[in-house]
């Protein structure tokens, strides 16, 4: 729309004579200027007021989040919106209108993860159509993708990474361009360049969203920066110079080596002497599907020897309780771990405290310290207590019920009681995981187990499944010469 912020102001004076009216806009930071300034001068400004959103309620993200898929006919496969995939869309409004359009009128979608690589691929080959919906040609994402190839070579070669000038473009790509502006994909300004000897007002443009600049070029290096030489020639100057865009193409790179180019690229990737170190940062974003059993025994290696990624590898474990969705690397890997460490009490008890340690705020302090371990355990249990009256809640959680009993020291009250609920709500679930647990080979895991059992042969109802409770504490094989109802203490280890 010509003259925007004009017909705007034309429209909102016109709702002065209707005092009940209230106008709500929004628009992104780098358009404000453009469409908005001529609302923010004069007397009219009296009547309008500016609100920064980049700090954003829970409520505000959850309204945004909910009316974006609503709009564009979005449904998610019920438990599989982790909390990893929420905080990236509703953190970026743009980077959910790219994986909402890109997903439009699909149902019962799996979204444990943001993979944005392929989220910007969809979405640009969606809007190539769309571009050029009204043009005889052969491929419409041909021409897209050669606009965004002369955009990635001018900002590689001048090594800036905004303000290209609009006059390297001829007309048909400024016909895309403009397109793109309306998209929101890109923005333009004026700036005062400097054009020979002389200075001229021009145009320039820039990406909206720096993640999509840097997929953009990532296509463009691995297309026309292919050679090897090439291709570590500028790796080599991008981490040297420390170029804006380092972060984002090493992580796409990263990405594509384990995916999409296996036999050419990962080799080349693998054999940088920073890969380890590229390694343990980007690996976090990859699909279940593209682990390796050398994956597996590198996290299992961290875990055992609570080594510096050892926490990471813990969180992304704890995410991962669904076993048939997340088949090669699960949580049950933490468990594999927690079963080598458990025959060194030293080692286990370590282990435990640093991912696991309870934390208590300070009463009366203004500021409480974040909690040093990965999900201190008093906080696990109330998380999981604010769901086990759900039964199909416990069934799908019943892997987080399991750590519990490998982590039952460390909150031993806490832990117990929330047996006993579990108990009462699923009992099938209860009695399953003891069932399974009671085999286990470690006198410390089967202590942990019979003190489950045994507290909650005191809370019998009279109903079938006590039977099996009373049964398994019969067969727990943990210090069987202590008499019954003298106190356990799960710490206690006994070769």
């Given at each position: 729309m010509k003259n925007f912020g004009q017909c705007i102001r034309d429209f909102l004076e016109e709702c002065q004579a209707y005092p009940y009216i209230k106008v709500i806009m929004t628009t992104r930071n780098e358009f404000l200027k453009e469409r908005f300034e001529v609302i923010e001068e004069g007397t009219y400004s009296r009547a309008y007021k500016h609100i920064d959103m980049w700090r954003r309620s829970d409520d505000f993200k959850g309204r945004i989040f909910r009316g974006y898929l609503n709009f564009f006919?979005?449904?998610?496969?019920?438990?599989?919106?982790?909390?990893?995939?929420?905080?990236?869309?509703?953190?970026?409004?743009?980077?959910?209108?790219?994986?909402?359009?890109?997903?439009?009128?699909?149902?019962?979608?799996?979204?444990?993860?943001?993979?944005?690589?392929?989220?910007?691929?969809?979405?640009?080959?969606?809007?190539?159509?769309?571009?050029?919906?009204?043009?005889?040609?052969?491929?419409?994402?041909?021409?897209?993708?050669?606009?965004?190839?002369?955009?990635?070579?001018?900002?590689?070669?001048?090594?800036?990474?905004?303000?290209?000038?609009?006059?390297?473009?001829?007309?048909?790509?400024?016909?895309?361009?403009?397109?793109?502006?309306?998209?929101?994909?890109?923005?333009?300004?004026?700036?005062?360049?400097?054009?020979?000897?002389?200075?001229?007002?021009?145009?320039?443009?820039?990406?909206?969203?720096?993640?999509?600049?840097?997929?953009?070029?990532?296509?463009?290096?691995?297309?026309?920066?292919a050679e090897q030489d090439a291709f570590l020639s500028f790796w080599d100057q991008m981490n040297e110079e420390n170029l804006t865009i380092r972060e984002g193409v090493q992580k796409y790179i990263f990405y594509l080596a384990r995916t999409e180019s296996q036999e050419d690229l990962l080799p080349i990737i693998e054999a940088l002497p920073e890969y380890e170190n590229l390694y343990w940062l980007y690996i976090w974003g990859l699909e279940d599907r593209h682990f390796t059993a050398h994956d597996k025994e590198a996290w299992r290696m961290q875990l055992v020897a609570n080594g510096p990624h050892a926490e990471k590898v813990v969180h992304d474990l704890l995410g991962k309780y669904d076993c048939e969705f997340f088949g090669k690397i699960n949580i049950r890997l933490l468990f594999e771990a927690l079963d080598v460490l458990?025959?060194?009490?030293?080692?286990?008890?370590?282990?435990?405290?640093?991912?696991?340690?309870?934390?208590?705020?300070?009463?009366?302090?203004?500021?409480?310290?974040?909690?040093?371990?990965?999900?201190?355990?008093?906080?696990?249990?109330?998380?999981?207590?604010?769901?086990?009256?759900?039964?199909?809640?416990?069934?799908?959680?019943?892997?987080?019920?399991?750590?519990s009993i490998y982590l039952l020291e460390l909150e031993n009250r806490g832990a117990l009681d929330l047996w006993c609920k579990l108990y009462e709500v699923s009992p099938e679930v209860a009695v399953r995981i003891l069932e399974e647990m009671n085999r286990h080979q470690s006198s410390l895991i089967l202590g942990n187990v019979k003190e489950i059992l045994q507290h909650l042969e005191k809370f019998r109802k009279g109903e079938p499944w006590d039977q099996r409770i009373e049964r398994l504490a019969q067969e727990n094989s943990f210090c069987r010469d202590i008499p019954d109802g003298r106190e356990l203490f799960s710490k206690l280890l006994f070769d």
């Open positions: 006919g979005i449904t998610i496969r019920e438990n599989t919106l982790t909390n990893r995939f929420y905080d990236a869309l509703t953190s970026d409004v743009l980077l959910l209108r790219f994986f909402c359009e890109a997903n439009e009128g699909k149902k019962q979608i799996y979204v444990y993860d943001v993979y944005k690589y392929d989220v910007f691929r969809q979405y640009l080959n969606l809007k190539s159509q769309e571009y050029q919906k009204d043009q005889p040609v052969l491929n419409p994402q041909d021409s897209l993708y050669t606009l965004l190839d002369k955009i990635s070579e001018y900002m590689i070669r001048k090594k800036t990474f905004f303000n290209v000038p609009s006059g390297i473009f001829n007309k048909s790509e400024q016909e895309l361009l403009y397109q793109m502006l309306d998209n929101e994909v890109i923005f333009k300004d004026e700036q005062i360049l400097k054009t020979g000897m002389l200075m001229k007002n021009t145009i320039v443009i820039s990406f909206t969203f720096d993640e999509f600049r840097d997929f953009c070029i990532t296509n463009y290096i691995l297309t026309h920066l458990a025959e060194k009490i030293d080692l286990y008890d370590a282990f435990i405290k640093r991912m696991f340690g309870v934390y208590r705020e300070k009463k009366g302090a203004y500021n409480n310290p974040r909690p040093e371990s990965v999900w201190p355990f008093n906080r696990m249990i109330q998380r999981i207590a604010e769901d086990v009256n759900d039964d199909a809640w416990n069934v799908r959680h019943s892997e987080w019920y399991r750590l």
